[in-house]
Structure formats: C-alpha cells, structure tokens
C-alpha cells in the first residue's frame, strides 16, 4: 500500500484542482481553437484521440495475498501478466482488485500523417459560413495528455467479476495554422503562422467492463469479457468521445508453458467489436495479440506488438 500513496495523494490534488478550476474563468476549448473552418478537421482529430488514449487492463498485473499467519502480504508467484490485454482469469470468489496506474500519452501521427506538419493546398476548402474558399498551408497540431487512471475489480464468482475504471486526463494542446485565402479577402493567420496554447484537466470517459470464463480446460482458458463505455469525458477537449459505446469481446490464453532453464512462457488474444451507438458506421473491430516470459517468478517480460484497429465504416 505504501507505493500507492503518492498516485493517490497526487490524484486527490488533481480532483481538487479541477474543482477549483471549474470556479473561475477559462479560456476557450480545445476545439473552440479550431474555429468553423477547420471543424470537419476538428471532430475528425477529436474521436481518432477519444479511441487512442490506451486503458490500462482490468486484470492485475502483479497479485498480493493477505497471509494470517505473518500478518502482511505476500505476492503470488505467477507471470505477472499483460498491460493492456486481458487475461481470461477472474480474480476470484469475494476478491477485490485496486489499482492506481499513470501513464503520458503523447500523440504524433493523425491517418498516418504527422500532426507537426498538416496542411491542404490540393484545392480550396470554403468556410461553411461565408463560403470564402481557402487552402491550409500548416495546420501544426500537438497534444500531450498525462493519464491517471483509478480501477477497482471485484469477484463475483470463481468465473466472474466486474470492473469499474475511470480516467483522469491533464491535457495540453498547442494549434499552430496558416490560412490562404484570395487577395480580395482577409481573415486570421493569414501570410503568417497564429499559435494558440490551452491546457485542460478532467475526468475522461467511465468504462464498465465484465469478464465471464466459461472455458477453463488443461491448456486454454477463454472468457467473454463486455465493455461499456460511458461518455463523461469532456469531447471539447479530446478527452472523451462523446457518444456511448459497447464492446462484446473474447479473452484467450494457454496456461503456463515451460521452455526450459526455469523459464515459461504465456500468450495472450484478445478480440471483439467496438460498437459505436451514436453512428454504427464508425464501430470498428479490435484485436490484440502478446506474449508473458517469467524466468524462475522472479522476472517478468511482457510482448505485445501494437496492432490497429480495423474500422467498418
């Protein structure tokens, strides 16, 4: 308990900072910065940053048991387990799992594209309010978000338990644009580059996530796992997606397999669908693939390559 303290005391800090915010005034969204022009731009970059912000798995990475006898805890010597993917095994029977996980996110790449460097000059766009056409020579976009992350499981049976994890996000976002318009016409960040800077913190979106197993044999387990995905996180400021989602999915993995030398090894699928119930045309299909080593439990080396989404629509 005493390596949690300090993410929990630094997630409080957080919360009340928020709070505090919320009581004075603020400078305008992060899609506010975007303007009309640019807002098919916006929403395309705001729901590619909603689904990217990685969740950290629902099942623990390293296991802790209360021991009567000594009066303290004593870790299980298993593989500790994937970051991101989920294994088929519930906790337990009546066991509670909490966890506090922070990590930064920063992102670089938008359709492939580096987001330094946009920029449309093929042939004129036209505001959707004056209709003045226009080209977007640089549309520099960056965004770096710290994520604390505060998850709690419970065991409702041998073969189920829930999960409840809910995201913090502090985000800082910096638009960096130029605007070509005809020489009769003049607007902003025109001939010249216009930077603009805001910061935001809040909460992000709430996911439920449930796992069934319901195949536990000698060598694969397999679970039903589904996610709901509630949208309370600020679509603004790239901090939630705005709609709610549902995801049906399946958890795999062998059981532990020994290579020799005291070191075994365990791979991991995970596969399903992520249902957008707002617009079933932006679901997409999500799959993911990894590999535990643990060198006589006392090392752990975790593999899983990343792999994209396949969009449906």
């Known amino acids: 308990m005493t390596a949690l303290a300090p993410l929990a005391t630094l997630l409080i800090l957080l919360l009340l900072e928020e709070a505090v915010v919320a009581g004075t005034a603020r400078a305008a969204s992060f899609a506010d910065l975007f303007g009309s022009r640019l807002s098919l731009i916006r929403d395309a970059f705001a729901t590619s940053v909603a689904r990217s912000l990685p969740v950290t798995a629902a099942s623990p990475g390293f296991v802790y048991t209360f021991d ?19 294994r088929p095994d519930p906790v337990g029977k009546g066991r509670w799992n909490a966890t506090l996980n922070y990590q930064r996110v920063d992102f670089d790449a938008f359709n492939g594209a580096d987001i330094d460097t946009l920029h449309d000059v093929r042939s004129p766009i036209r505001d ?11 549309l520099g976009l960056e965004l770096a978000t710290n994520e604390f992350t505060a998850s709690a499981t419970y065991g409702v049976t041998d073969d189920l338990d829930l999960n409840l994890t809910l995201p913090v996000l502090e985000s800082k976002f910096r638009l960096r ?14 001939r010249a580059v216009c930077t603009f800077r805001d910061e935001a913190l809040g909460t992000g979106d709430t996911f439920l996530r449930g796992r069934y197993r319901f195949f536990h044999g000698d060598w694969v387990h397999a679970a039903a796992g589904l996610v709901l995905r509630f949208p309370t ?13 549902v995801a049906p999915l399946l958890y795999a993995s062998t059981r532990r397999i020994p290579v020799g030398a005291g ?9 399903g669908m992520n249902l957008d119930t707002g617009d079933v045309g932006q679901s997409e299909g999500r799959w993911g693939v990894g590999l535990d080593a643990g060198l006589r439990d006392r090392i752990t080396l975790a593999l899983a390559p990343p792999v994209p989404a396949r969009g449906l629509g």
Do not use: K, S
């Open 68 to 86: 009567p006898a000594t009066g303290a805890y004593e870790r299980e010597t298993a593989i500790a387990g994937q970051l991101y993917l989920e």
């Open 128 to 138: 959707p309010t004056t209709g003045v056409p226009f080209t977007v020579p640089l």
């Open 177 to 190: 644009l130029r605007l070509d318009t005809p020489n009769n016409v003049t607007v902003p960040c025109q």
């Open 233 to 245: 996180g600020n679509e603004d400021n790239f901090q939630g997606g705005g709609v709610f989602e």
């Open 263 to 271: 070191v075994h090894v365990q791979p991991y699928v995970n596969a």
